[in-house]
C-alpha cells in the first residue's frame, strides 16, 4: 500500500508562485508514475503534471504548460509542482497520485484518471 501526502498550498495573489509537494510512502520504491491533479467544487478532477520513471518527458496539461513544472526526486521519493505565473482559475484542491505501473502509458492513465493510489489534496487559492 502506498500513502501520499501533499503539502504546500496556501493563498497567493495573482501573478504569484506556489511548490507544492507530495511525499509518498509505502512501497515507495516501487512506484513507477506520478502526477498531480486538481478539482474545482462541481468540476471533474483534471490531470495536470505527470512524471514516469524511465521516460525523459513531463507529462503537463494544456492548461498550465508553460507555468508549471514538475520534478520527481526518486532519492526522498517526493514529487512536486512548481507552480508559477497562477491566476485565479488555478484555484482548486490539488491531489497527488501514484501507481506501481509505469511506462509510457502512464501518462494515459494519468488522463484517464486510473492511477491506484491518491492523497488528501492541499487547497491552492488565487486571487
Known amino acids: 500500500h502506498v500513502q501520499l501526502v501533499e503539502s504546500g498550498g496556501g493563498s497567493v495573489q495573482a501573478g504569484g508562485s506556489l511548490r507544492l509537494s507530495c511525499s509518498a510512502s509505502g512501497y515507495e520504491y516501487s512506484i513507477q508514475c506520478m502526477a498531480w491533479y486538481r478539482q474545482v467544487s462541481g468540476k471533474e478532477r483534471e490531470g495536470i503534471a505527470a512524471?514516469?520513471?524511465?521516460?525523459?518527458?513531463?507529462y503537463l496539461g494544456d492548461s498550465v504548460k508553460g507555468r508549471f513544472d514538475v520534478i520527481r526526486d526518486s532519492a526522498s521519493n517526493t514529487l512536486y509542482l512548481q507552480m508559477n505565473d497562477l491566476r485565479p482559475g488555478d484555484t482548486a484542491m490539488y491531489y497527488c497520485?501514484?501507481?506501481?505501473?509505469?511506462?509510457?502509458?502512464?501518462?494515459?492513465?494519468?488522463?484517464?484518471?486510473?492511477?491506484?493510489?491518491g492523497g488528501r489534496g492541499t487547497q491552492v487559492t488565487v486571487s
Open positions: 497520485a501514484a501507481d506501481l505501473r509505469g511506462g509510457p502509458r502512464c501518462y494515459d492513465r494519468v488522463r484517464g484518471g486510473m492511477l491506484d493510489y
Open positions: 512524471s514516469a520513471i524511465g521516460l525523459a518527458y513531463r
